[in-house]
């Protein structure tokens, strides 16, 4: 299972995401659901010739109606939440289980992101884990 399939299964256990709700990969534009993309990837620490400490970046999409205040104010509580989830995860060193050693995993940049024109707002909130990658020997 590859990592962005392993946090998708993790998503799927916060309280803030309906147990029916579509999480996809890498779709903006979708409306009313979830989509988590890659963001980037950083090597932090080379340990060893064949350890390195990685940051690997994603970005969770929410897209759900907001044409009125008490719609935004929702959306607004649903990402809080699944940002405290996060952080409460993290705490817990309750970690996606990557098939690597997770060494901590933060969330951050919490926002309403794109106001559409069909009257749907995406918020978007952004996920970093760092693991140990045991590097190919050359």
Do not use: H
């Amino acid at each position: 299972m590859s990592i962005i399939d392993t946090i998708i299964s993790y998503m799927r256990s916060c309280p803030a995401i309906d147990d029916n709700s579509m999480i996809t990969v890498d779709r903006y534009a979708m409306t009313d659901g979830y989509s988590i993309a890659p963001n980037g990837y950083t090597i932090l620490k080379q340990y060893t010739r064949s350890q390195a400490l990685v940051s690997r970046q994603y970005v969770i999409s929410i897209t759900c109606p907001a044409d009125t205040d008490t719609q935004r104010r929702a959306n607004a509580e649903t990402l809080e939440a699944i940002e405290k989830w996060l952080f409460n995860q993290a705490r817990k060193k309750n970690f996606p289980s990557i098939g690597k050693q997770v060494m901590a995993m933060t969330a951050s940049n919490g926002m309403a992101y794109d106001d559409m024109e069909n009257g749907y707002t995406m918020y978007q909130v952004q996920i970093q884990i760092n693991y140990v990658e045991e590097c190919d020997k050359e």
